[in-house]
Protein backbone atom coordinates (compact mmCIF):
# COMPACT_ATOMS: atom_id res chain seq x y z
CA UNK A 1 0.00 0.00 0.00
CA UNK A 2 1.23 3.27 -0.95
CA UNK A 3 0.74 4.70 2.61
CA UNK A 4 2.03 8.07 3.56
CA UNK A 5 0.77 9.58 6.56
CA UNK A 6 -2.09 12.46 6.23
CA UNK A 7 -2.12 12.04 2.68
CA UNK A 8 -4.90 10.40 0.37
CA UNK A 9 -4.97 6.54 -0.77
CA UNK A 10 -5.27 5.44 -3.88
CA UNK A 11 -7.19 2.50 -4.12
CA UNK A 12 -7.95 2.34 -8.01
CA UNK A 13 -6.55 4.07 -10.77
CA UNK A 14 -8.83 7.49 -9.85
CA UNK A 15 -10.41 6.28 -6.24
CA UNK A 16 -8.85 7.77 -3.23
CA UNK A 17 -9.32 7.02 0.34
CA UNK A 18 -8.95 10.50 2.22
CA UNK A 19 -9.99 9.00 5.91
CA UNK A 20 -8.52 9.16 9.22
CA UNK A 21 -7.91 7.35 12.55
CA UNK A 22 -9.25 8.66 15.80
CA UNK A 23 -7.86 7.88 19.04
CA UNK A 24 -9.12 10.71 21.04
CA UNK A 25 -12.55 9.97 21.33
CA UNK A 26 -13.77 8.00 24.57
CA UNK A 27 -16.97 7.27 23.52
CA UNK A 28 -18.97 6.32 20.28
CA UNK A 29 -22.05 8.52 19.75
CA UNK A 30 -21.67 9.08 23.27
CA UNK A 31 -22.11 5.75 24.36
CA UNK A 32 -19.93 3.24 23.55
CA UNK A 33 -16.46 3.22 25.05
CA UNK A 34 -13.91 2.81 22.22
CA UNK A 35 -10.74 2.26 23.78
CA UNK A 36 -9.13 1.21 20.40
CA UNK A 37 -10.27 4.51 18.43
CA UNK A 38 -12.20 4.51 15.08
CA UNK A 39 -11.66 5.78 11.95
CA UNK A 40 -13.63 7.42 9.27
CA UNK A 41 -13.20 7.15 5.85
CA UNK A 42 -13.99 8.61 3.13
CA UNK A 43 -13.89 8.72 -0.89
CA UNK A 44 -12.83 10.85 -3.87
CA UNK A 45 -13.50 10.49 -7.31
CA UNK A 46 -11.55 11.65 -9.91
CA UNK A 47 -13.51 11.35 -13.07
CA UNK A 48 -13.95 13.87 -16.05
CA UNK A 49 -16.21 14.87 -12.62
CA UNK A 50 -14.94 14.92 -9.51
CA UNK A 51 -16.89 13.43 -6.70
CA UNK A 52 -16.82 13.31 -2.67
CA UNK A 53 -18.35 10.36 -0.78
CA UNK A 54 -19.51 11.70 2.38
CA UNK A 55 -17.01 13.86 4.57
CA UNK A 56 -15.73 13.34 8.16
CA UNK A 57 -15.92 13.63 11.99
CA UNK A 58 -15.15 16.65 13.65
CA UNK A 59 -12.23 14.78 15.69
CA UNK A 60 -10.32 14.08 12.08
CA UNK A 61 -11.62 17.10 10.19
CA UNK A 62 -7.79 18.57 9.56
CA UNK A 63 -6.89 15.31 8.11
CA UNK A 64 -10.08 15.64 5.90
CA UNK A 65 -9.22 18.93 4.67
CA UNK A 66 -5.56 17.90 3.96
CA UNK A 67 -6.45 15.37 2.40
CA UNK A 68 -8.97 16.03 0.11
CA UNK A 69 -7.39 19.21 -1.30
CA UNK A 70 -4.58 17.01 -2.07
CA UNK A 71 -6.44 14.50 -3.53
CA UNK A 72 -8.27 17.11 -5.74
CA UNK A 73 -4.63 18.26 -6.39
CA UNK A 74 -6.35 22.07 -7.84
CA UNK A 75 -9.58 20.43 -9.71
CA UNK A 76 -13.19 22.06 -8.48
CA UNK A 77 -15.55 19.66 -6.60
CA UNK A 78 -18.34 18.89 -8.69
CA UNK A 79 -20.57 16.18 -6.42
CA UNK A 80 -20.67 15.43 -2.98
CA UNK A 81 -22.62 12.63 -2.79
CA UNK A 82 -23.83 11.91 1.36
CA UNK A 83 -24.63 8.19 2.01
CA UNK A 84 -25.29 8.90 5.54
CA UNK A 85 -26.05 12.26 7.55
CA UNK A 86 -24.68 10.76 11.09
CA UNK A 87 -22.26 13.53 12.33
CA UNK A 88 -19.70 11.49 12.22
CA UNK A 89 -19.37 11.49 8.33
CA UNK A 90 -21.25 14.72 7.66
CA UNK A 91 -19.09 17.65 10.06
CA UNK A 92 -17.53 19.08 7.34
CA UNK A 93 -20.56 18.86 5.14
CA UNK A 94 -21.19 22.92 5.28
CA UNK A 95 -17.54 23.86 5.14
CA UNK A 96 -17.38 21.70 1.75
CA UNK A 97 -20.32 23.52 0.28
CA UNK A 98 -18.94 26.50 1.66
CA UNK A 99 -15.52 26.17 -0.10
CA UNK A 100 -17.00 24.61 -3.42
CA UNK A 101 -19.89 27.01 -3.83
CA UNK A 102 -20.89 25.27 -7.21
CA UNK A 103 -20.47 21.69 -5.41
CA UNK A 104 -23.63 19.77 -6.64
CA UNK A 105 -24.86 17.62 -3.46
CA UNK A 106 -26.24 14.33 -3.55
CA UNK A 107 -28.43 12.87 -1.47
CA UNK A 108 -32.32 11.43 -1.21
CA UNK A 109 -35.62 13.57 0.12
CA UNK A 110 -34.89 12.09 3.77
CA UNK A 111 -30.85 13.34 3.45
CA UNK A 112 -32.09 16.82 2.63
CA UNK A 113 -34.70 16.81 5.72
CA UNK A 114 -31.83 15.84 7.47
CA UNK A 115 -29.52 18.28 6.40
CA UNK A 116 -32.09 21.33 7.32
CA UNK A 117 -32.01 19.63 11.02
CA UNK A 118 -28.69 19.47 11.23
CA UNK A 119 -27.28 22.38 9.97
CA UNK A 120 -30.65 24.60 8.55
CA UNK A 121 -28.97 24.15 5.13
CA UNK A 122 -31.24 23.91 2.03
CA UNK A 123 -28.33 23.39 -0.85
CA UNK A 124 -29.11 25.70 -3.95
CA UNK A 125 -27.75 22.90 -6.08
CA UNK A 126 -28.86 19.65 -5.08
CA UNK A 127 -29.33 16.10 -6.91
CA UNK A 128 -32.20 14.75 -5.16
CA UNK A 129 -31.81 10.87 -6.03
CA UNK A 130 -34.46 7.79 -6.13
CA UNK A 131 -33.77 4.18 -5.31
CA UNK A 132 -31.80 2.62 -8.64
CA UNK A 133 -30.60 5.76 -9.92
CA UNK A 134 -27.42 6.32 -11.59
CA UNK A 135 -25.00 9.12 -11.87
CA UNK A 136 -22.46 9.85 -14.40
CA UNK A 137 -19.27 10.41 -13.80
CA UNK A 138 -17.51 10.03 -17.21
CA UNK A 139 -15.60 7.01 -16.66
CA UNK A 140 -17.71 5.80 -13.49
CA UNK A 141 -21.50 5.58 -13.36
CA UNK A 142 -22.31 5.75 -9.68
CA UNK A 143 -25.74 3.54 -8.57
CA UNK A 144 -28.02 4.44 -5.70
CA UNK A 145 -29.41 1.45 -3.49
CA UNK A 146 -31.31 2.66 -0.19
CA UNK A 147 -30.28 0.83 2.83
CA UNK A 148 -32.86 2.17 4.96
CA UNK A 149 -32.34 1.93 8.63
CA UNK A 150 -28.85 0.68 8.33
CA UNK A 151 -28.43 2.59 10.03
CA UNK A 152 -30.82 5.74 9.43
CA UNK A 153 -33.28 6.38 7.34
CA UNK A 154 -31.64 8.21 5.07
CA UNK A 155 -28.99 5.48 4.64
CA UNK A 156 -27.76 4.52 1.02
CA UNK A 157 -24.96 2.58 -0.37
CA UNK A 158 -23.51 3.32 -3.79
CA UNK A 159 -22.31 1.00 -6.76
CA UNK A 160 -19.31 1.85 -8.81
CA UNK A 161 -20.77 -0.20 -12.09
CA UNK A 162 -17.01 0.61 -13.64
CA UNK A 163 -14.83 -0.73 -10.39
CA UNK A 164 -17.29 -2.72 -9.15
CA UNK A 165 -16.94 -1.25 -5.70
CA UNK A 166 -19.73 -1.11 -3.18
CA UNK A 167 -19.81 2.23 -0.90
CA UNK A 168 -21.73 0.46 2.11
CA UNK A 169 -22.09 3.29 4.30
CA UNK A 170 -22.13 2.02 7.80
CA UNK A 171 -21.94 -1.75 6.79
CA UNK A 172 -19.43 -3.65 7.29
CA UNK A 173 -17.22 -1.62 9.88
CA UNK A 174 -15.88 -1.78 12.63
CA UNK A 175 -14.72 0.27 15.66
CA UNK A 176 -10.90 0.31 15.93
CA UNK A 177 -8.41 2.74 14.30
CA UNK A 178 -6.68 1.29 10.88
CA UNK A 179 -3.11 2.14 12.45
CA UNK A 180 -1.34 2.17 8.90
CA UNK A 181 -3.35 -0.77 7.50
CA UNK A 182 -6.29 0.10 4.74
CA UNK A 183 -7.48 -3.27 3.62
CA UNK A 184 -8.93 -5.86 5.96
CA UNK A 185 -6.23 -8.47 3.75
CA UNK A 186 -3.19 -6.25 5.32
CA UNK A 187 -4.22 -6.81 9.17
CA UNK A 188 -5.12 -10.14 10.73
CA UNK A 189 -9.01 -9.15 11.07
CA UNK A 190 -9.62 -12.60 12.51
CA UNK A 191 -7.77 -11.98 16.18
CA UNK A 192 -7.19 -8.46 16.01
CA UNK A 193 -10.91 -6.78 14.83
CA UNK A 194 -12.99 -9.11 14.70
CA UNK A 195 -14.56 -8.93 18.87
CA UNK A 196 -14.97 -5.26 17.46
CA UNK A 197 -16.90 -5.58 14.83
CA UNK A 198 -18.96 -7.38 15.99
CA UNK A 199 -19.37 -5.38 18.86
CA UNK A 200 -19.86 -2.33 16.61
CA UNK A 201 -22.36 -4.37 14.74
CA UNK A 202 -24.37 -5.80 17.26
CA UNK A 203 -24.38 -1.93 18.80
CA UNK A 204 -25.38 0.08 15.82
CA UNK A 205 -26.67 -2.28 13.57
CA UNK A 206 -28.43 -4.83 15.33
CA UNK A 207 -31.79 -4.33 15.77
CA UNK A 208 -31.79 -3.70 11.87
CA UNK A 209 -31.43 -7.34 11.00
CA UNK A 210 -33.88 -7.55 8.80
CA UNK A 211 -33.26 -4.23 6.96
CA UNK A 212 -29.85 -5.81 6.51
CA UNK A 213 -31.44 -8.98 5.07
CA UNK A 214 -33.47 -6.18 2.43
CA UNK A 215 -30.51 -4.59 1.70
CA UNK A 216 -28.74 -7.57 0.65
CA UNK A 217 -31.65 -9.01 -1.50
CA UNK A 218 -31.16 -6.17 -3.46
CA UNK A 219 -27.41 -6.71 -4.34
CA UNK A 220 -27.90 -10.67 -4.81
CA UNK A 221 -26.81 -10.82 -8.35
CA UNK A 222 -24.54 -7.26 -8.09
CA UNK A 223 -20.84 -8.54 -8.45
CA UNK A 224 -18.92 -6.83 -6.63
CA UNK A 225 -14.77 -6.92 -6.27
CA UNK A 226 -14.66 -4.44 -3.35
CA UNK A 227 -16.83 -2.92 -0.23
CA UNK A 228 -15.84 0.41 1.20
CA UNK A 229 -17.51 1.63 4.69
CA UNK A 230 -17.25 4.38 6.57
CA UNK A 231 -15.35 3.01 9.31
CA UNK A 232 -12.50 0.46 9.62
CA UNK A 233 -10.85 -1.41 6.26
CA UNK A 234 -11.89 -1.69 3.06
CA UNK A 235 -12.99 -5.73 1.98
CA UNK A 236 -11.63 -6.81 -1.36
CA UNK A 237 -11.37 -9.95 -3.21
CA UNK A 238 -12.05 -13.34 -1.48
CA UNK A 239 -12.02 -11.38 1.84
CA UNK A 240 -15.34 -10.03 1.14
CA UNK A 241 -16.94 -13.28 1.77
CA UNK A 242 -15.49 -13.20 5.05
CA UNK A 243 -17.40 -10.50 6.67
CA UNK A 244 -20.28 -11.12 4.24
CA UNK A 245 -20.98 -14.70 6.02
CA UNK A 246 -20.77 -12.73 9.45
CA UNK A 247 -23.54 -10.33 8.43
CA UNK A 248 -25.68 -12.60 7.46
CA UNK A 249 -25.18 -14.44 10.77
CA UNK A 250 -25.97 -11.55 12.15
CA UNK A 251 -28.76 -9.97 10.70
CA UNK A 252 -30.83 -13.83 10.72
CA UNK A 253 -29.61 -13.39 14.79
CA UNK A 254 -27.52 -17.10 14.42
CA UNK A 255 -25.08 -17.36 16.47
CA UNK A 256 -20.98 -17.65 15.05
CA UNK A 257 -20.34 -20.18 17.34
CA UNK A 258 -21.36 -22.48 20.24
CA UNK A 259 -20.43 -21.22 23.00
CA UNK A 260 -21.12 -19.48 26.46
CA UNK A 261 -21.32 -16.02 27.71
CA UNK A 262 -21.54 -15.74 31.07
CA UNK A 263 -22.42 -11.82 32.41
CA UNK A 264 -22.53 -11.61 36.19
CA UNK A 265 -23.14 -8.44 38.94
CA UNK A 266 -21.86 -9.36 41.99
CA UNK A 267 -22.22 -7.01 45.42
CA UNK A 268 -19.79 -8.88 47.92
CA UNK A 269 -18.43 -11.45 45.46
CA UNK A 270 -20.83 -14.57 45.90
CA UNK A 271 -23.02 -14.30 42.67
CA UNK A 272 -19.34 -13.79 41.09
CA UNK A 273 -18.30 -17.10 43.06
CA UNK A 274 -21.69 -19.47 41.03
CA UNK A 275 -20.64 -17.60 38.00
CA UNK A 276 -17.01 -18.38 38.23
CA UNK A 277 -17.92 -22.30 39.45
CA UNK A 278 -19.96 -22.52 36.18
CA UNK A 279 -17.50 -21.87 34.37
CA UNK A 280 -15.22 -24.47 35.32
CA UNK A 281 -17.40 -26.67 35.12
CA UNK A 282 -18.49 -25.83 31.70
CA UNK A 283 -14.61 -25.89 30.83
CA UNK A 284 -14.05 -29.73 32.46
CA UNK A 285 -17.16 -30.42 30.14
CA UNK A 286 -15.36 -29.63 27.45
CA UNK A 287 -16.99 -26.17 26.51
CA UNK A 288 -14.39 -24.57 24.77
CA UNK A 289 -16.06 -21.45 24.54
CA UNK A 290 -16.95 -19.48 28.01
CA UNK A 291 -16.73 -16.41 28.09
CA UNK A 292 -16.99 -13.77 31.37
CA UNK A 293 -18.04 -10.55 31.58
CA UNK A 294 -18.37 -8.46 35.23
CA UNK A 295 -21.30 -5.99 34.20
CA UNK A 296 -20.33 -3.90 37.23
CA UNK A 297 -16.91 -3.19 34.95
CA UNK A 298 -17.83 -3.07 31.40
CA UNK A 299 -20.02 -1.76 29.12
CA UNK A 300 -23.41 -3.43 28.38
CA UNK A 301 -22.46 -3.24 24.83
CA UNK A 302 -19.54 -5.79 25.05
CA UNK A 303 -22.51 -7.95 26.54
CA UNK A 304 -24.33 -7.19 23.77
CA UNK A 305 -21.91 -8.24 21.02
CA UNK A 306 -21.32 -11.91 22.66
CA UNK A 307 -24.78 -12.39 22.91
CA UNK A 308 -24.01 -12.53 19.43
CA UNK A 309 -21.67 -14.20 18.86
CA UNK A 310 -22.42 -17.65 21.40
CA UNK A 311 -25.56 -19.83 21.21
CA UNK A 312 -26.04 -19.43 25.17
CA UNK A 313 -25.93 -16.29 27.60
CA UNK A 314 -26.09 -17.06 31.30
CA UNK A 315 -27.31 -13.69 33.47
CA UNK A 316 -26.49 -13.94 36.96
CA UNK A 317 -27.23 -11.04 39.31
CA UNK A 318 -28.51 -10.31 42.82
CA UNK A 319 -31.56 -8.72 44.10
CA UNK A 320 -31.21 -5.03 44.84
CA UNK A 321 -34.33 -3.25 46.46
CA UNK A 322 -36.95 -5.82 45.76
CA UNK A 323 -35.97 -5.55 42.10
CA UNK A 324 -32.73 -6.46 39.75
CA UNK A 325 -29.35 -5.08 40.56
CA UNK A 326 -29.42 -1.69 38.07
CA UNK A 327 -26.04 -3.25 36.24
CA UNK A 328 -27.42 -6.20 35.38
CA UNK A 329 -31.13 -4.39 34.27
CA UNK A 330 -28.60 -1.78 32.23
CA UNK A 331 -27.50 -4.86 30.39
CA UNK A 332 -30.98 -6.41 29.70
CA UNK A 333 -32.16 -2.97 28.13
CA UNK A 334 -29.72 -3.54 25.95
CA UNK A 335 -30.00 -6.36 24.96
CA UNK A 336 -33.87 -5.59 24.90
CA UNK A 337 -33.10 -2.39 22.58
CA UNK A 338 -30.80 -4.33 20.16
CA UNK A 339 -33.12 -7.28 19.82
CA UNK A 340 -30.74 -10.00 20.85
CA UNK A 341 -32.59 -13.61 20.03
CA UNK A 342 -32.52 -16.75 19.23
CA UNK A 343 -30.49 -17.93 22.23
CA UNK A 344 -30.59 -20.54 24.64
CA UNK A 345 -30.54 -18.84 28.22
CA UNK A 346 -29.89 -19.74 31.98
CA UNK A 347 -30.75 -18.07 35.10
CA UNK A 348 -28.85 -17.16 38.32
CA UNK A 349 -30.35 -15.20 40.97
CA UNK A 350 -29.27 -14.22 44.56
CA UNK A 351 -31.58 -12.14 47.35
CA UNK A 352 -30.81 -12.67 50.80
CA UNK A 353 -34.04 -12.82 52.47
CA UNK A 354 -36.85 -12.21 48.62
CA UNK A 355 -35.08 -13.39 45.50
CA UNK A 356 -36.37 -11.26 43.13
CA UNK A 357 -33.27 -11.00 40.60
CA UNK A 358 -33.85 -14.46 39.29
CA UNK A 359 -37.48 -13.88 38.58
CA UNK A 360 -36.82 -10.76 36.95
CA UNK A 361 -34.48 -11.89 34.58
CA UNK A 362 -35.82 -15.17 33.31
CA UNK A 363 -38.94 -12.73 32.48
CA UNK A 364 -37.29 -10.59 30.27
CA UNK A 365 -35.22 -12.87 28.29
CA UNK A 366 -38.16 -14.78 28.09
CA UNK A 367 -39.74 -11.76 26.70
CA UNK A 368 -37.38 -11.41 23.86
CA UNK A 369 -37.64 -13.50 20.68
CA UNK A 370 -37.08 -16.87 19.97
CA UNK A 371 -35.48 -17.42 23.32
CA UNK A 372 -35.55 -20.97 24.93
CA UNK A 373 -34.53 -21.50 28.77
CA UNK A 374 -32.21 -24.21 29.75
CA UNK A 375 -31.84 -25.34 32.87
CA UNK A 376 -33.48 -24.84 36.50
CA UNK A 377 -32.76 -20.99 37.58
CA UNK A 378 -30.10 -21.54 40.26
CA UNK A 379 -30.76 -19.13 43.26
CA UNK A 380 -28.71 -18.39 46.15
CA UNK A 381 -29.54 -16.77 49.19
CA UNK A 382 -26.57 -14.79 49.94
CA UNK A 383 -23.83 -17.28 49.18
CA UNK A 384 -23.64 -20.94 47.64
CA UNK A 385 -24.10 -23.87 50.01
CA UNK A 386 -21.97 -26.84 49.34
CA UNK A 387 -24.95 -28.80 49.18
CA UNK A 388 -26.26 -26.93 46.18
CA UNK A 389 -23.23 -27.84 44.46
CA UNK A 390 -24.86 -30.64 42.65
CA UNK A 391 -27.60 -28.40 41.13
CA UNK A 392 -25.44 -25.95 39.54
CA UNK A 393 -23.74 -29.20 37.97
CA UNK A 394 -26.95 -29.95 36.31
CA UNK A 395 -27.57 -26.76 35.27
CA UNK A 396 -23.53 -27.18 33.70
CA UNK A 397 -24.23 -30.59 32.15
CA UNK A 398 -28.31 -29.36 30.65
CA UNK A 399 -25.99 -26.11 29.01
CA UNK A 400 -23.65 -28.58 27.55
CA UNK A 401 -26.91 -30.88 26.39
CA UNK A 402 -28.35 -27.80 24.62
CA UNK A 403 -24.98 -27.21 22.69
CA UNK A 404 -24.98 -30.94 21.17
FE1 LIG B 1 -20.86 5.95 11.32
FE2 LIG B 1 -24.31 5.86 11.62
O1 LIG B 1 -22.63 6.65 11.48
Same mark, same amino acid.
Given at each position: MAFTKDSEIKIKEDIFWI???????????GSFPIPEGVSYNSYVILDEKTCLLDTCDISISAKFWRNLRHALDGRKLDYLVIDHMEPDHGAAIVQVIETYPDVIVVGNSKTFDMLDNFYQLKPANKLEVKEGDVLCLGKHTLKFVFAVMVHWPEVMFVYDEKDRILFSADAFGTFKTLSGALYSDEIDFDRDYLDEARRYYANIVGK??????????????? /? !????????? /? !?????????????YILWSTYEPEEKGVVIAYTSMYGNTAAVADKLALMLKAKGVENVTMHDVTRVHPSYVVGDAFRFSNIVLAAPTYNNNLHPTMSAVLEDMEIMTVQNRKFSVIGNGSWAPQSPKIIEERLSAMKNMTKVGETFVIKSSMRPEQLPELEKLAEDIVASMQ
Open positions: GGDDRTAGLFEYGSKVQAVFNKLENV /P !IDMICPLHG /P !IWRGENIGYIMEK
